[in-house]
Every structure is written in structure tokens, then in C-alpha cells.
């Protein structure tokens, strides 16, 4: 089987069986990106593997992770204005920590062209909301393309990008969860590896001005219009917009029917029009903003009925609403009933449901499936071995009751479950320290301790740590430091060493002026318990840095190493079953008996240790196993 | 072939991926249409992963939807009980490997672990019966999801999916040093009809 990284650089025609992420990635290539920048996130941390997957010295492109969503934006606008094509990609919240940047783009002449790719997740599979990020678009002028699968990811971004570069200004491609995990065969065409040329192009006087203050903005900003009024005569013609009639275009029951739809749900109406044979036409939108008022116009007057199904906000139904009121359009227009169906994804089931509530006579109702027992959730868990657990152990037991827990984004959100029960608030990443002063101004009665990841710390945590210094306040910082970010897959971080020296986070802290810092190894319970003891004890702003390595991190490094650890926990007969170990410190690796005996699952177990401290009567020693 | 869905799930970490990467390579393979969608992000982290794979040419996108999974191929035995509840459709074929990885709430007291039987009684339910699947020795507990492939090839459940087409690919997706042990493993959950408890 050849490899990815050799098929993403093949200057041949090729076609293959890939993810969405990495679709974009060929895409990338073949279109002459040169600079790419990110901040990882879901779903989009697999693009950065995928161009990593290629040696540095055969990638068409420089890469970098940078610090923050803002930054990698700013990063990729400085190489775009400086002529060349660039493209940034983030989580969907990530475009909110990018949006003091992302709203000005528009207003800029971008003459390298740059593509900002955003992974929206509705249906919240790994993010703290499910925000449509179409809104961002209108809100900054920025024109939005919205592939459906891996295949439209290809031949919109080659799209996106030469639009881009052609008005020099940006595009806003906005994928989802399932878009950019979605694996079918794709058909990629050729790839010039071409030497890239870095002459310096930045030019305010022939290419400016790029700079909005006061009322320089209006002049900027008319252009950003005119620009928008030209992608929406682009989007009458482009092939992104396309109609759809697999069955024929017929009258059902004397009426013309019609669904408009975009992204994933698209493809569901698809699916649900080749089961049903019904000859009903399909809009798909590919140029989501700005819309094609002539075509979509055409739609509703060749229509007597029109279905507008779209994930998430109605944003299309409101836009297409007020078209045909100012148009006089005689076409019913519908939409989605449900406020439930304002949310998550909308597959081919819901979406044959929306269709049935719309046409009972066209789509008959089907009996929803019904589940004859339903089971817990399997609640995601911290690995083996992780010091974040050690650490929420240990500082739950130096809390007192009545202590408030600010927790952050990270796998050390995952302390919010039980029976850590560690952060009892989340907002967004670095918001825990903002929070915790809040929490502390005028409480002279509970503690409060807020926790923070090492990558986070940089991303965004460190404004709040100086206001901390600043101010004062009353409250202890955990910050759990395990050397990547581990949550999107061990990408690296200022604190990690791998990109340039590791800036290590408490440095940092004693050069911010922070009074009071220990740093424990979280393993070890009777240091971290004493230092959250004098930390709580110390009256001000404290911090308490819980470190150790991320050990599915350093497992699978030491395995790959040929050094896989073979010793292996075993409950000995002292054991006294008061259950500390499996239901306190929690480690997925004990697992209980039918007889109420408690043992260690040598599957799951790698034998790390950090569970021998928790017995109250040592009854829990390594053994070497085969 | 029109549509046909398959469900796979267990833990993070258990190699859902792996077990993916084989299935949707073998049905193009085998000339199929293939769209599927594979987890990623958060619920690696010890919680249910799971994996898509839908084939045929009335397939326009890859998330199977509820209740309509014409296969379950499940790494966990919760984890196969859950994939049979939400996720098979009645008559369906259900095969899962059989070891424990207990949640918190059943380490914790609040629920009690399925046994056989009762992912045997809610396969009756809906008109079928469960596959358990079990290898003593394996070389390395990461292999189970390649017992459950050669399990699930000696089915002959899809038409054209051969059990050499599924070897063959398996042995290009497995680095190269370890192609042995898991052919050992395919062959051997392959060449029995009731593998539950055989030893290698």
C-alpha cells in the first residue's frame, strides 16, 4: 500500500481512499499554498498530521503550529500580504479566539490569497458548544464555501484558493466534524512541486492601504462590499452551486417540489431522494455567502413548494425568506418545525423525518427506532498512568468541603467526572483564572482553586495569570503540566521544547513576580498534598505546578523504542477491599470481582505506578510479568 | 448492492482504527462504493469509540444512522450490548470480543457488568443471536480487534468480501514486523466456528 506521505506529494494524477482532513491537504499542495499555520484542535488536528506526515525537506509548504488560533491567523495574513497563498485552519471556537483578526481580513487586499478553514462541529462531538460559524462570515463579509465530503473538500478548496488569490481577498471554507473524518476514494489531479518563490511582496502603496482607523475604515470597507457583490455573481455560475434531479423533475401530486440544502444534510436529502425515487429537485449550495440571488430566485419561481433544510441556525431560510418577500416569489417556502432539529447533525433520518412532517404524501412517516434498554454512557476517562489523576487526587484530598473548582479546556476536563468531581465551571480555554479572580473578590469563606494545561497556559491563560499578579486575588492555580498538548494527539507547545527552547511555565511565573510557586510531581501525593496545603494557606494569588510526563505519550514512545514496560500492578492478599484504589483514585485498571475481590486488568495496566501510594495498607506492589 | 451499514465500537485505545482501516479498504477491494467516518478527539480517552463504514450505491454519507446497522463488530462486550441496542437493526448480524474494560460506574458500584447472557437475550429480542469472540494466549491484548476481522470473515456475511481479499489487506496495513502475529491471529479466529475460548 504506498503511504500518504508519498501520495500527497506525487506529481501524478492519483485517486485513493481518504479522509476529508487529508483531501484538503492535496489540495493544499496542488494549489501552491506556501504557508500553513494552526493551533491544534478538533477535527482538525489531522490536516497538521497529514502535512507532518511529509519530510520537511520534500514539503511544498512551511508549517508551523503556533501559540494561539489568533497568532497562527495573523502568521498566515503577514505571509499572505507578503504574496504568498496562504491558509490557516482551527477548531470551530477557535475562530472566536481569531475573530479580533478574522473581522478585519475582509477590508485588506490580500494579494497572495489566503483560505481560513474552520472545522465546525455541530452535534458538539468534541467542543465546549456546537456555534455556527456561518454567522462569522456575514458578520465580517467574508465569502463562505461549505464542502459536503472529502471529494468537494478537494475541488472547493482548489476552488476557494484561486478565487482568492485572484480577488486577493480571503475565503472563509468551512468544514464539519464529519466532513473533515469522512474517508471515501477521491480523484486528486496533478501536483507541480515547483520551487516556491519568497521575494518579499509587501507593497502598502501599490496594494494598501491596510490600515482601518477611525474614517480610513469606510473607504476599506466599501471594498470589502464590492468585493462580496462580485463573489455573489461568481456564485451564479460556479459549479459549487449546483441542482440536483436524480429522479427527474416532475410534479408529485400536481406540485413542483424543491429542497434547498448545503453541507453534510445535503447529501442526506440525497440519499433520501435515490430511496424514495421521487422526482423532486435538490439546490445544493457550495458558496454558502454570499448567495446567488438570481439562481436561488430561479429555484423558488420554478417551485410551488421549497424545503429549506440546513444544520444548526436558520441561516439560509432567513436570508432566502426575505429574497423572495422582496422578489413577490408565489412558492411556499418551508422549514425545519422542530427546535430540536435546531441542533446536532442532520443525517439521512432526520432528515427523511423533516421531509415526511413537510410532504406526508411524498415521504410516508417511519417509526423512529426504539431502544429496548438503554444503557450509561461510557464516560471518556484519564488514560493509565496520567498524572492528571494523580493530581486531582491528590488535591481533592487537601480541599476543604466547601471549596470552589474552576476547571478549563484540556484532558484535564475530564476531572469534572466522578468521582473527581474537579472544575465545576467551564467556559472556554484560559478561562479558568479569569473566573477564579471573579470567585475570590469579597469570599472570605471558601477556597478557590482554578486549573489550567500547559498548552493552554500559553494559549490564552497567561493575560489572566497577570491580572492575577496584579490584583492579588485570593485563589490557588493548579497547573497541569504533562509537556504536550495532549487532548487533539501531543502536538507541541512553547512550554514542550520540540518547536524552539522550551519556555518553561515556571520561569515564566517567577519572572511575572507570582509569590508563591511549588512544583510537584504529581505521582508523588505527599509533596502535592503539602504543597496545596501551604498554597492554600498562603494568602493571595499561589500557584501549584502538577507535573508529569503524558503517559500515553511516553508509553507509545517507549514501545516504538522496543522498551515496553512489562512490570504490571498486583493487588496482594493484605488487601482490606476498602476499594481506594478503584473507586477513589479510580484508574481503569482495577477492576472488581463477582466475589468483591478487586484486581488489576493486565490489558489496560502499564505499569506506572502511580496508583502504590493511594492504598491505605500497601497492598498494592509491582510484579514482573512475561 | 444498495446499502449496507456497519457499526464498529469499543474503548479508546482498544484499535478501532485499525480494524476500520481493514474493513473499508477490504469493500473497495471488493468493488463497493465506501463512505465511513471513523471518532476522533475527546472520547479516545477511555470513552466509547466507534467507526462507520457504509457501503453500496445508495450511500451519500457516512454516519450510520440509529437502529439501522445491518453489522455490529464490537471490541468490548458492553460495548457490544450498547452497539446492539442503539445501532442493529433487527435480524442483524452482532460480533464482539469478549473481554471487560468495567466503566467507572460499574467500578464504582452503580452498575453492574453485562454478562453473556444478557447480550444474548437482547440479540433474541430483535430476532438474532450475539457472536462472542475469545482467544486465549494472544500474543498482545491490541490484537482482539484482528480476532474479531478473522471472525467476522468466516461469516461470509458480504457478498464479493472475501476472507482472502480481508487477509491481503490486512497484511499491507500492519507494520511490517508484526504481519506474522496478526496473520496467526486472523487464521486462527477464522478456522473455527465456535472460537470462544479456543487457544491459539
Known amino acids: ?626 | 448492492m444498495d446499502k449496507m451499514n456497519i457499526y464498529l465500537c469499543g474503548v479508546g485505545g482498544q484499535g478501532i482504527g485499525l480494524l476500520s482501516e481493514v474493513m473499508i479498504r477490504s469493500a473497495m477491494e471488493a468493488g463497493y462504493k465506501v463512505f465511513g467516518a471513523d471518532t476522533h478527539g475527546l472520547a479516545q480517552r477511555g470513552g466509547t469509540v466507534v467507526s462507520h463504514l457504509r457501503i453500496g450505491d445508495g450511500v451519500f454519507t457516512p454516519i450510520v444512522p440509529e437502529g439501522q446497522a445491518d453489522i455490529v463488530l464490537a471490541l468490548e462486550r458492553i460495548e457490544g450490548l450498547r452497539g446492539l441496542l442503539k445501532m442493529l437493526k433487527p435480524g442483524g448480524t452482532v460480533l464482539y470480543y469478549d473481554t471487560a474494560q468495567q466503566p467507572i460506574a460499574v467500578r464504582t458500584g452503580v452498575d453492574a457488568y453485562p454478562t453473556g447472557d444478557d447480550v444474548q437475550k437482547a440479540a433474541e429480542a430483535i430476532g438474532t443471536k450475539a457472536v462472542p469472540v475469545r482467544l486465549e494466549d494472544l500474543p498482545d491484548p491490541r490484537m482482539q480487534n484482528v480476532a474479531v476481522l478473522g471472525r467476522f470473515a468466516s461469516l461470509g456475511l458480504i457478498e464479493g468480501m472475501d476472507s482472502s481479499i480481508i487477509e491481503k489487506v490486512l497484511q499491507s496495513v500492519v507494520p511490517p514486523k508484526v504481519v506474522d502475529a496478526n496473520l496467526k491471529v486472523f487464521q486462527a479466529a477464522y478456522s473455527s466456528n465456535d472460537v470462544a475460548g479456543k487457544r491459539l
Request: charged share 20%; glycine share 8%; with cysteine.
Open chain 1, 1 to 626: 500500500m504506498e503511504r500518504l506521505a508519498d501520495l500527497l506529494i506525487k506529481p501524478e494524477k492519483w485517486s485513493g481512499l481518504v479522509m476529508g482532513n487529508d483531501a484538503l491537504v492535496r489540495a493544499m499542495f496542488e494549489s501552491g499554498v506556501k504557508v500553513a499555520t494552526t493551533y491544534p484542535g478538533s477535527p482538525t488536528p489531522e490536516i497538521a498530521a497529514a502535512i507532518l506526515s511529509v519530510p520537511e525537506d520534500q514539503r511544498p509548504l512551511v508549517f508551523q503550529y503556533n501559540t494561539n488560533e489568533k497568532v497562527a491567523l495573523e502568521v498566515a495574513f503577514g505571509a499572505a500580504v507578503n504574496g504568498r497563498l496562504s491558509c490557516v485552519f482551527f477548531k470551530s471556537v477557535g475562530l472566536n479566539v481569531a475573530s479580533d483578526s478574522a473581522v478585519q481580513l475582509p477590508m485588506m487586499n490580500i494579494i497572495g490569497g489566503m483560505v481560513v478553514v474552520i472545522g465546525d462541529d455541530p452535534g458538539a462531538n468534541s467542543s465546549q458548544n456546537e456555534q455556527d460559524n456561518r454567522h462569522f462570515s456575514r458578520m465580517s463579509y467574508m465569502p463562505m464555501f461549505e464542502p459536503a465530503t472529502p471529494a468537494e473538500t478537494y475541488s472547493m478548496f482548489l476552488e476557494a484558493a484561486e478565487l482568492s488569490r485572484k480577488m486577493k481577498m480571503p475565503i472563509l471554507f468551512r468544514m464539519t466534524t464529519h466532513v473533515c473524518h469522512a474517508r471515501q476514494k477521491v480523484d486528486f489531479g496533478t501536483f507541480d512541486p515547483a520551487p516556491p518563490d519568497w521575494t518579499p511582496k509587501f507593497d502598502s502603496k501599490a496594494n494598501g492601504p491596510y490600515f482601518p482607523i477611525a474614517a480610513d475604515v469606510f473607504p476599506l470597507k466599501t471594498m470589502a462590499l464590492e468585493r462580496l457583490d462580485r463573489v455573489r455573481e461568481y456564485g451564479e455560475t460556479s459549479t459549487s452551486n449546483v441542482i440536483y434531479s436524480p429522479n427527474g423533475s416532475e410534479p408529485i401530486n400536481g406540485k413542483r417540489l424543491g429542497v434547498v440544502s448545503a453541507s453534510m444534510p445535503a447529501m442526506a436529502v440525497l440519499e433520501n431522494f435515490h430511496e424514495s425515487k421521487k422526482p423532486l429537485d435538490l439546490f445544493k449550495l457550495g458558496i454558502s455567502y454570499p448567495l446567488p440571488n438570481d439562481k436561488v430566485l430561479d429555484f423558488l419561481r420554478g417551485h410551488d413548494e421549497v424545503l429549506i433544510i440546513e444544520e444548526l441556525d436558520p441561516v439560509m431560510e432567513n436570508e432566502i425568506k426575505s429574497m423572495a418577500w422582496d422578489a413577490g416569489a408565489h412558492c411556499k417556502i418551508f422549514s425545519r418545525k422542530q427546535r430540536a432539529d435546531f441542533m446536532g447533525e442532520l443525517g439521512p433520518d432526520r432528515t427523511w423525518r423533516i421531509l415526511s412532517e413537510t410532504w406526508p404524501d411524498v415521504f410516508a412517516e417511519r417509526k423512529p427506532h426504539e431502544v429496548q434498554k438503554s444503557l450509561n454512557p461510557r464516560i471518556p476517562q484519564m488514560c493509565p498512568g496520567c498524572g492528571h489523576r494523580a493530581a486531582f487526587y491528590g488535591v481533592k484530598k487537601s480541599l476543604p468541603e466547601n471549596a470552589i473548582t474552576v476547571a478549563d479546556i484540556g484532558c484535564h476536563s475530564l476531572g469534572y467526572y466522578s468521582p473527581y468531581n474537579m472544575g465545576e465551571v467551564l467556559l472556554c480555554m484560559g478561562h479558568s483564572n479569569g473566573t477564579a479572580a471573579g470567585m475570590s473578590i469579597g469570599n472570605e469563606t471558601r477556597k478557590v482553586v482554578s486549573f489550567i494545561g500547559d498548552s493552554t497556559f500559553f494559549h490564552a491563560g497567561l493575560p489572566a495569570v497577570i491580572n492575577a499578579v496584579l490584583y492579588d486575588y485570593d485563589f490557588t492555580l493548579v497547573v497541569m503540566e504533562n509537556g504536550t498538548t495532549a487532548m487533539t494527539g501531543h502536538q507541541p507547545h512553547a512550554g514542550s521544547g520540540e518547536i524552539g527552547d522550551a519556555i518553561p511555565i515556571q520561569s515564566v511565573l517567577e519572572t511575572l513576580g507570582v509569590k508563591f510557586i511549588k512544583r510537584v510531581d504529581a505521582y508523588n501525593q505527599k509533596a502535592l498534598q503539602e504543597a496545596m496545603k501551604e498554597a492554600m494557606d498562603h494568602k493571595g494569588f499561589s500557584v501549584v505546578i502538577a507535573s508529569h510526563p503524558c503517559m500515553l505519550k511516553f508509553t507509545r514512545e517507549q514501545r516504538r523504542k522496543g522498551k515496553a514496560n512489562k512490570r504490571k500492578m498486583h493487588v496482594q492478599d493484605n488487601c482490606n477491599r476498602s476499594y481506594e484504589c478503584l473507586r477513589e483514585f479510580a484508574c481503569p485498571s482495577f477492576a472488581v470481582q463477582d466475589d468483591g475481590s478487586v484486581v488489576v486488568n493486565e490489558e489496560l495496566c502499564i505499569g506506572d505506578g502511580s496508583c502504590m501510594s493511594t492504598c491505605p495498607v500497601n497492598a498494592l506492589k509491582f510484579s514482573e510479568t512475561e
